[in-house]
């Protein structure tokens, strides 16, 4: 498994923008499927972003669809996840998972996963 480490959570007021980064040691998050998701407080652990190694395809939850971009820098070996227009209904830990199942969006379909960043969006 990958030792993976998010960056950049903050706070920010609602119409503001945030980069989020994802490293990861042990592993080059090119050659595998990387995804961001979010967990609120008294909710489940939801999918935001994923990014496919073959195709560089990015496929993204209905709800930031249009505002959230996820990206791979492979010479830093990182992954990021810009995220404009918030909203305060994005509040939450972010969290990157790597994994090795296509466009998985289901959090039992990566096995690395970092600690987590909080991101707070006030209005």
């Known amino acids: 498994q990958a030792q993976v480490v998010e960056s950049g959570g903050g706070s920010v007021q609602a119409g503001g923008s945030l980069r989020l980064s994802c490293a990861a040691s042990g592993r080059t998050l090119g050659n595998y499927f990387v995804a961001w998701f979010r967990q609120a407080p008294g909710k489940e652990r939801e999918f935001v972003a994923g990014i496919t190694r073959m195709i560089r395809g990015a496929y993204y939850a209905d709800s930031v669809k249009g505002r959230f971009t996820i990206a791979n820098d492979n010479a830093k070996n990182t992954v990021s996840l810009q995220m404009n227009r918030l909203k305060p209904e994005d509040t939450a830990v972010y969290y990157c998972?790597?994994?090795?199942?296509?466009?998985?969006?289901?959090?039992?379909?990566?096995?690395?996963w970092g600690q987590g960043t909080q991101v707070t969006v006030s209005s």
């Open positions: 998972a790597v994994g090795t199942k296509a466009a998985a969006m289901s959090v039992k379909d990566y096995d690395s």
